[in-house]
């Protein structure tokens, strides 16, 4: 009789402990807890990747310009080698920004 009443206390207290105190133990529940967050970071990036430009229209414009404009439009910083010295001329409408700056880095 003690013994199940302690095996039904336990039950209820290990029930009410919220589970990432009990992933806390490095089992496996600890491991899928840094897959899962992984997996969130990722998720992030790839929406960073994904941002899009609604329009980019320029003729004659220095590279370095253009790739701080895309940079602004997207919050991320783009650096151009000093030792580049390209003009651009390009016209861009609703594509991610990664595409966009391969586009111009395979063009020039």
């Keep these: 009789m003690r ?8 039950a209820v207290v290990a029930a009410l402990v919220p589970a ?3 992933a ?3 089992g496996d ?13 990722s998720r992030k990036t790839d929406a960073v ?3 899009v430009i609604p ?9 370095r310009d253009v790739m701080d404009q ?8 783009i650096i151009v080698e000093p030792d580049i010295h390209e003009k651009v001329t390009i016209s861009l409408r609703g594509i991610p920004w990664k595409d966009a ?4 880095a395979n063009a020039y």
């Design 24 to 26: 806390q133990g490095g």
């Design 3 to 10: 013994s199940a009443r302690l095996f039904a206390t336990v």
């Design 20 to 22: 990432t105190a009990r």
């Design 49 to 51: 990747l994904k941002r």
């Design 29 to 41: 529940a600890a491991k899928t807890g840094k897959e899962i967050e992984r997996f969130l970071e």
């Design 70 to 77: 895309i940079g602004r439009a997207v919050g991320r910083n």
């Design 55 to 63: 329009e980019l229209t320029v003729e004659d414009a220095d590279l």
């Design 101 to 104: 700056v391969d586009v111009i």
